[in-house]
């Protein structure tokens, strides 16, 4: 196959863009651009006010939105951290929020400050065993409840594959395996 000149000068301009790159940035600079961080005030803010990581609220919105304030999933969670409309109607009524309505929770601000407060509150509920706090989050506090009530998993990181829930199994691995990348590579 041959290939055109046009062809190879664009192919030799990109390999040579692509090596100019690779020297100039480092390795987490490069991955500053697959993990990003927006509403980084907002998001601190909200951590430090509910005892929270950043890094960690920072994971989940990348895993449940990848950063997208509209995202709708088909189940009707919304917004950045994917609150689903009778979750966000119960905690915006807890941090007082006067004329809350669902599309609220397409407000960067209410979502985050509605998401940070929780998981706080998950956390708290289970003992700060992040596994279960993040399947609460994903699948359901009184599910969480109930397994582990029942014994059908015990809560440790070492266990997902007991859930009884594949997404939630997913969904664990998958939110710790940013956080651990976030911590990695934004903590000094």
Same mark, same amino acid.
């Given at each position: 196959?041959?290939?055109?000149?046009?062809?190879?000068?664009?192919?030799?301009?990109?390999?040579?863009?692509?090596?100019?790159?690779?020297?100039?940035?480092?390795?987490?600079?490069?991955?500053?651009?697959?993990?990003?961080?927006? #509403?980084?005030?907002?998001?601190?803010?909200?951590?430090?006010? *509910?005892?929270? *990581?950043?890094?960690?609220?920072?994971?989940?919105?990348?895993?449940?939105?990848?950063?997208?304030?509209?995202?709708?999933?088909?189940?009707?969670?919304?917004?950045?951290?994917?609150?689903?409309?009778?979750?966000? *109607?119960?905690?915006?009524?807890?941090?007082? #929020?006067?004329?809350?309505?669902?599309?609220?929770?397409?407000?960067?601000?209410?979502?985050?400050?509605?998401?940070?407060?929780?998981?706080?509150?998950?956390?708290?509920?289970?003992?700060?065993?992040?596994?279960?706090?993040?399947?609460? #989050?994903?699948?359901?506090?009184?599910?969480?409840?109930?397994?582990?009530?029942?014994?059908?998993?015990?809560?440790?990181?070492?266990?997902?594959?007991?859930?009884?829930?594949?997404?939630?199994?997913?969904?664990?691995?998958?939110?710790?395996?940013?956080?651990?990348?976030?911590?990695?590579?934004?903590?000094?």
């Amino acid at each position: 196959m041959i290939i055109s000149l046009d062809w190879r000068k664009i192919i030799l301009i990109t390999l040579a863009t692509l090596l100019i790159i690779s020297i100039t940035t480092t390795h987490k600079d490069l991955l500053k651009m697959i993990y990003p961080i927006y #509403y980084e005030n907002l998001v601190f803010e909200t951590a430090a006010e *509910d005892n929270i *990581d950043p890094y960690l609220l920072l994971s989940i919105i990348y895993v449940e939105s990848k950063f997208n304030p509209e995202a709708v999933s088909d189940q009707g969670a919304r917004g950045l951290m994917q609150i689903m409309p009778q979750t966000g *109607d119960w905690v915006a009524n807890n941090l007082g #929020y006067q004329n809350f309505e669902i599309s609220d929770l397409y407000d960067p601000e209410i979502n985050i400050k509605c998401g940070g407060w929780y998981l706080a509150r998950l956390k708290e509920e289970f003992d700060n065993r992040l596994p279960v706090v993040l399947a609460a #989050y994903n699948g359901g506090q009184g599910n969480v409840g109930q397994w582990l009530e029942n014994e059908r998993w015990d809560g440790k990181h070492e266990t997902l594959d007991s859930i009884p829930f594949a997404e939630t199994r997913g969904y664990v691995e998958k939110v710790m395996k940013i956080y651990q990348r976030y911590q990695y590579i934004y903590k000094e």
